[in-house]
Structures are given as C-alpha cells and as structure tokens.
C-alpha cells in the first residue's frame, strides 16, 4: 500500500507540473482539472501513510521512528504529522488543496488570471513536492521491519497533536495561493479592486486557521510544558507570530485596495511577504539553526534546501514586484489625515513589528557565527516589540471614524481628552486602591479603549442602536476582531503583571500557601498508562470556601527514555490556579515532592481574546449580508 502512496505521490508532482505550465500557458479549465487531479491523488498518498500510522506498519521507517504499538490510535493516526517527513507531506497537501479549491471557487471573470494563478500554485506545489520525494522521502522502507517502533516524542501525545499542526498549516500554506493570487496579477499589472475582493477572500482564509493554531499552541504549551506561561518568543512561536502579523497589515491593505483603489503595490507585496515569512518558519523550525522545544529537526543538510527554495520564491517575487509595481495605478488621492493614511501607518508598523521579531530571532545565530554567544528574551521584544504595538492600538479607535481621503479632526479633541481621562482613573486606581505598576494601569487602559472604541464604531455605523443587528457580517468581523483585541490586552497585562508564582517542596500531608490558596498534598502514588507510568500528586487546595482537588502527574516513557509534566489547572473564573510536580528531594530522611504552583489571573482572556479576532476574520470571510458594508 505504500508503494501505491509513493506512485500517488509522484503523480502529484507530475500533475502540479502541469499545472504550472498549463496555468501559465492562460489554459485556465485544463489548469483547474489538473489541480483536482493532483489533490486527489496526493490526498490518497497522505491516506496511504495514515493508514501505515494506525496499522503499525513498522516496515516504514517513519511509522518505526515515530509510533509504538502501545500508542492510543488517536496520537497514531496524529502522528502521521507529528515529525518532520510526515508535517511536509501534510503541507503539500495543504498546497494541492489550495490548488484546488482555487480551481473550483475562483470566480473573478478573467480567465488568464485565474489561469496564471493556478500556474503559480502549481510550480509552488512542485516544489514542494520535489522537496518532500527527493529531500524528506516519508516512504521509505525498512528491510527487516523492527518489531516496535521508537514512539512518539512524548510531548506530542496530547490531543492537540489532531488540531494544532493542520490548523497553522491551513494558515502557513493558505498564503501560498495569495501570494499565487499577487503573482498572477503583477504579470498583468493589474492589482485592482476585482483582484482585491478575491484576495481578500483567500487571505482570510489562511488568517482565520493561522489565528485559531498560535491560540491552540499557546494553550497546549501552558498545560503540556510546566512552565505557567502562555507565551515566550520561542524561535517557533515567533515562526508563526511573523506571518500572523504580515497577514494582519495584509487584510487591513487590502481593504482599501478593494474600497478606494488606493496601495494595490503595497497590498500585493505584502501577500508575497506573508508567504515568504510562513516559508522561513519552516525553515527556521526544520533547519537546526536555532534551538527550540517545538523544532521538528535538525538536519542542516534539509534546512538549507528550505532556504534555497526560500530565495528561488523570494527572488521570483521580488523581481516580478520590481518590474511590475511602477505600472499600477495609484487609485484615488487622498492625504496623511486620513483613513488611507492611519491604515498605512498601521501597516508600517505591524511589517516593522515582524522585522522586530525576526531580528529578535535570529540575533544569537548572527552573534554565535561572530564567535559571541547572546541570547535574546522577554526583556528585548518588550522593550521593542510591546510599545510599538500600543502607539498602533491607543490610536485604533480615533482614526475609525475618519472619512476616507481627508479626515475631519473636530472631533479628535473630545477623543483625546476621553483617552486622557481614561489613562488617568486607571492610574490613579492602579497606584491607589489595585496597587499595580503604571504600565499596567496604562495597558488595562488601553484595553478597555479599544473595547469601548469597538462598540462605538459598531453603534456610529448603525447610526442607530436598533439597526446594530442588521449590519452585514463584515462589519461585524471586523468588531469582533477589534473587540478580541482589547480581550486580549486585558488578559494579557494582567495575567503577566499579577501573576503569582512559588516552588514547595511538600512532604505527605504537608502544605503551603500561594495567593491565597492552601496548598496540600495528600499523597504520591504510581500509576500506569498503555505506554507510560508515572507519579501522581493527589493534592487539595483551598482558599476561603473554595475547595479544588488537583492531581499534577509526572510521566515517564518507556520507549522513548523521556520524561513530560501533566499539569494540573484549576480555573477559579478570575484565573488559573496551576499546579507542576517536579522531583523527588530527601531532606533531612524525609520524602518531599517539588512543585511548581502559579496563580494566573484573566489567563482566559488571552485566549478567548485570540478566540474572538479568529471569529472575526471568519465573520468576514462569510458572504455579505444585506445592507451596504463600510469598510
């Protein structure tokens, strides 16, 4: 059956090679025909090594590396992509199925177009293909078949193995058919509204996955790791917050390529920009070069075929928008007091916010390869990245209400004095009756800002309350992504400005308390799993009338010789109460357990924040609902 996987595979390569020269040929139904063609057949090839996965197919050398008997079927099936060969597959059929869907639901009336931009898609689709058959083969055998396999790596048996690697790739490789889309229209100078409608579409339709898998992420990192944090510009999570922060200036650019005409050179270099940086993440996370929890491989060999397909994509692009950008029309005039003007400085600063983070990341390699070891942490992005992001967002709120070209400022005074005064209750209640630092009376601020400026474009559009519910989808994405935004702010100045965090080392029946909370442990026992055993903490916690029983757990696998924390949480409404148990210490002949316990407060805004914006760009990729939308 794998070699029919492997047969499939290579008819994929072959029919998204047609599909480039057809599609660049203007051959626009033929195009589209192969592209359903080389999906189908690359969705059997994937089907094939699913197959293997939950058979136990240990004559593969994927399955033996990667899978074990013992495994429960749901991490066997999910570990199909739980490893590099297995991601890179998944990502050409996310290519293909781009491809496809394009074919099927591209609908702009222009047929070259369409044609030329399926052509992209398939020499994209080519090359990733070749790379995965010829770089990263998952079809290899393994003559005689080991009887078991090495396992999955351990922290990847968790349920958010099924969601969170096919959610980011939907987003990373969701790109690749808008920088398909940007291609096609700068080989006929053409970026303008029609191209900017469909775009847009498709440009949410990466966003809304790429949203939803950094929250997924997150979340499995702070219950899985230990550590009580949601986030920690890790070089892998920067990897995904760089494209997420292009596609945001892209869908802001784009709106007003659609509405006015205006920034179609900008919005189509930043589609290629959103592609090119989803393509360096998985070069950055395969690679070896930097070092993280999350890396799928370090094989530099690997790495630099990545980079080469990254300059060969960049280089193509780049030189395209050079040789295309002076040709296309500069839509209506319009001055720097304006909508036009506020969303290109918003799109200034989220491009410079990436270029930050990327800095960020790759820093230490550029310092090891000039023979100086620097790590760069929490202190530099906030330093760098965090203030950029609050100019941007203290000013979100005033410049929605402005007109498009020229702004009328007679208002701006009363907002200002608004934001003034709001700054100043919550810093007087901040130093005062909250005790909290300035800059997190300034953040929460900020947040209840943006959450108030939320509504009151919501209410300004509607002109009046009655009519709030007859607005189209789109404009309701768009306050609820704005809505999240301020969620999120909130949640996060206050989960990292009030956070709580202690180390106990308990004995049976010993205790200790952590804001608020009493701490103690019942007991440690032994316990098994189908392929794993460990420690299990029994642990009673209360505060006042409040009573949680934890059970933070400590496993142990077998095959894979490796340890992970099961943490355990307990959500109070206002925050996380969480619990990781470390080692066993003897002190003085006595048994103690060492726990890590934090009190995370408003954690949950963070995510439901998140949560929100990803609703939000979905609420605006759905078709328009009666009434005329304003972007």
């Not at 089907?47 to 240990?58: E, N």
């Not at 924040?609 to 759905?622: E, I, K, N, R, T």
């Amino acid at each position: 059956m794998i070699e029919l996987g492997h047969l499939a595979a290579f008819l994929a390569l072959a029919a998204s090679l047609a599909q480039g020269v057809l599609g660049l040929m203007g051959a626009r139904a033929l195009a589209g025909r192969v592209a359903l063609v080389a999906f189908g057949v690359m969705a059997l090839s994937f089907l094939t090594l699913v197959v293997a996965f939950a058979r136990s197919d240990f004559s593969l050398a994927l399955v033996a590396n990667n899978s074990h008997t013992l495994k429960p079927m749901l991490y066997k099936i999910a570990g199909t992509w739980g490893n590099h060969e297995g991601s890179m597959a998944l990502w050409c059929l996310v290519t293909l199925g781009f491809g496809g869907a394009g074919a099927l639901w591209m609908r702009t009336g222009r047929d070259v177009f369409e044609a030329r931009t399926l052509g992209v898609q398939g020499w994209l689709a080519t090359g990733a293909l070749s790379y995965l058959l010829f770089a990263s083969s998952p079809y290899l055998r393994l003559d005689p078949a080991p009887l078991q396999g090495a396992g999955l790596n351990p922290i990847l048996q968790d349920p958010a193995l099924a969601f969170h690697p096919p959610m980011l790739y939907l987003g990373y490789v969701g790109f690749s058919f808008v920088f398909a889309l940007a291609a096609a229209g700068l080989m006929e100078a053409r970026i303008d509204r029609v191209w900017a409608r469909e775009a847009r579409r498709w440009a949410l339709a990466a966003f809304v996955p790429l949203t939803i898998g950094i929250a997924l992420g997150s979340y499995w990192a702070y219950y899985e790791l230990g550590w009580g944090g949601w986030w920690f510009w890790d070089p892998v999570e920067n990897a995904s917050l760089m494209p997420w922060l292009i596609g945001a200036a892209l869908l802001h650019s784009v709106a007003v390529t659609e509405k006015r005409g205006n920034f179609a050179a900008w919005t189509a270099l930043l589609a290629v920009l959103a592609f090119l940086f989803s393509v360096m993440g998985a070069f950055l996370v395969r690679s070896g070069v930097l070092t993280s929890v999350h890396a799928f491989a370090v094989d530099p060999k690997r790495g630099m075929v990545l980079l080469a397909g990254l300059v060969v994509y960049g280089l193509f692009a780049l030189g395209l928008f050079a040789l295309r950008a002076p040709k296309l029309e500069g839509g209506k005039p319009w001055q720097m007091l304006s909508r036009e003007g506020a969303l290109a400085v918003n799109n200034v600063v989220l491009v410079v916010a990436a270029l930050t983070v990327l800095l960020g990341t790759l820093f230490p390699l550029m310092a090891e390869a000039a023979g100086r070891t620097i790590s760069v942490g929490e202190p530099y992005f906030r330093l760098t990245f965090v203030p950029m992001l609050a100019a941007l967002l203290v000013i979100l709120p005033v410049v929605q209400v402005w007109s498009w070209g020229k702004a009328d400022l007679s208002m701006l005074w009363k907002w200002a004095a608004g934001g003034v005064a709001l700054v100043a209750v919550f810093m007087a209640l901040g130093v005062g009756l909250w005790d909290i630092p300035l800059g997190a009376a300034f953040g929460l601020a900020l947040g209840v800002w943006l959450l108030f400026g939320s509504v009151w474009e919501l209410r300004r559009r509607a002109v009046t309350w009655g009519r709030v519910f007859k607005m189209p989808l789109r404009v309701w994405g768009m306050t609820l992504a704005h809505i999240g935004l301020g969620v999120f702010v909130i949640g996060a100045v206050v989960e990292t400005t009030q956070r709580y965090e202690a180390t106990l080392a308990l004995p049976a029946g010993g205790s200790g308390t952590v804001a608020g909370w009493n701490i103690t442990l019942e007991d440690v026992r032994a316990i098994e799993g189908p392929n794993w055993y460990a420690d299990k903490a029994d642990i009673i916690a209360r505060r006042g009338s409040a009573k949680a029983e934890m059970a933070p757990t400590k496993r142990y696998y077998p095959a894979a010789r490796m340890p992970t924390t099961e943490t355990a949480i307990h959500k109070t409404g206002t925050g996380d109460l969480y619990v990781a148990l470390g080692d066993r210490r003897e002190v003085d002949g006595e048994t103690r357990w060492v726990f890590r316990v934090y009190f995370n407060p408003l954690i949950d805004f963070v995510y439901l924040g998140v949560l929100l914006m990803g609703l939000g760009a979905f609420f605006s990729l759905l078709p328009r609902g009666r009434g005329k939308t304003a972007v």
